[in-house]
């Protein structure tokens, strides 16, 4: 096969697919991801939001208990308030600002001082500018204020009732640490979400590739053995058509050789198509077995003597060696554990030179049986015994013998697959290759 046919097909088609899947995946994750955060984040800023109104009605009502008991307001006084609740705190006598406060004051706390005066007297109806001074309970409401522009602040707005007229009071305390605080936990999340985003893509990455890999692979295993068949297929063809015109013009005498010879082409042909389709009945899992107790030193008796004929005639030594013990039956399809006995044989018979030695050896342990096929010919070289299992696979790359397609040892392969076994290909001791079929035993 050249170097075209080895190349796996369609790489762009299986890439494309990883990149999909690897961005579906991502995506997916992405959605579950952002919502998951969006609902800590909304439970976690809802949590923060109550502490900081809360944490301004206790400032306020420690506030509100210090200017009740308080007779003589000092400027030393309201800054060690403003510094300790971290508050605005402006005051009013008989509506009217404390002097020297009002020069501490900038243009902004100003405007803001106001505004809350307007939203008091228009929202909830407290004007301090038009106080009673016959009231003798103290009024306070308290709302959040959001000048044009500016920073957002807890306000609260006071009237408390004094002896010679009545106390006053703007207090408020900026949100922008609130606010802080919540961005700054927002960026931690999304810093996380990023990085765990950037994780997944990696992870997703390499895990779609494991994924596809077992389908890339099939799908480059189906194009070559296509590719192979076809070969396979084309060679006898091309003789028995070429028979076909020789004979048509060919003596009587001739023509009969002719026609011998399309018939062995066209009986080649049947055996490559029966071992396709059995391949074919396997990739489909459409094969049906027939389990049952057998005994395995039955199994080898009958190849060794459906062999040992064929072995003489072509100048081997077949042997067997059976265990002096009882071995326990197998679970098994005895047709199709024959069958791959046969393979390993046919196989073993063909690469053994003349005077060589086949040995079949039956071994066993509590739980598994080993049943072997062991020849002292050329054996196969530590290269080729991950390949001797691939569909279509033959040391002899120039395809001399017309006996073998290398199907044999695919088809033994996954018959034993399906029996939950295993095949092993192993060097026989002193030169040759042994195959090896282990099965579990039958439960008792």
Known sequence: MNKKEDRP????????????LTLLCLAVTGVILAAATCLCLYFSESGIAKNGSTSFTNSLNSMLTQLESQNTITLQWIAGIEKNHNTILSLFDNGQPLFYQELRRTREEKDVIS?????????YGLDLDA????????????FRLKPKGGQEYYASVILLPRTNGHLSAVILQSLEAQKT??????LVFLGADSAALLLLAVFF?????????????NRRQQAQFIASASHELRSPLAVMLSCLTAS?????????????TIQLEGKRMSRLIDDMLQLAGADACSWNLEPAPVPPDTLLLETYEKYEYLAREKG?????RLPEEECPPVLCDEERISQVLSILMDNALSYTPASGHITLTLSF????????????????????????????????KAHTSKEHFGLGLSIAREIIKIHRGRLILSDTPGGGATFTIILRTAPS
Request: net charge positive; aromatic share 10%.
């Open 9 to 20: 097909p369609h790489p762009l088609l299986f890439r494309k697919m990883r990149i999909r």
């Open 115 to 123: 505004l809350a005066k307007e939203t008091a007297s228009r929202d």
């Open 131 to 142: 106080a009673d001074a016959s009231s003798l309970l103290s009024k306070h409401v308290e």
């Open 181 to 186: 605080q919540i961005y700054g936990q927002r």
């Open 205 to 217: 990455w390499f895990f779609t590739g494991r994924t596809l890999a077992p389908l890339e692979e």
């Open 248 to 260: 048509q013009k060919a003596a009587p005498e001739e023509a009969a050789r002719f026609t011998e």
């Open 316 to 320: 081997l030594c077949l042997s067997i």
């Open 365 to 396: 342990t509590a739980n598994h049986v080993s049943l072997s096929v062991a020849d002292d010919g050329p054996g196969i070289p530590d290269s080729f015994k991950k390949q001797v299992f691939q569909r279509f696979f033959r040391q002899d």
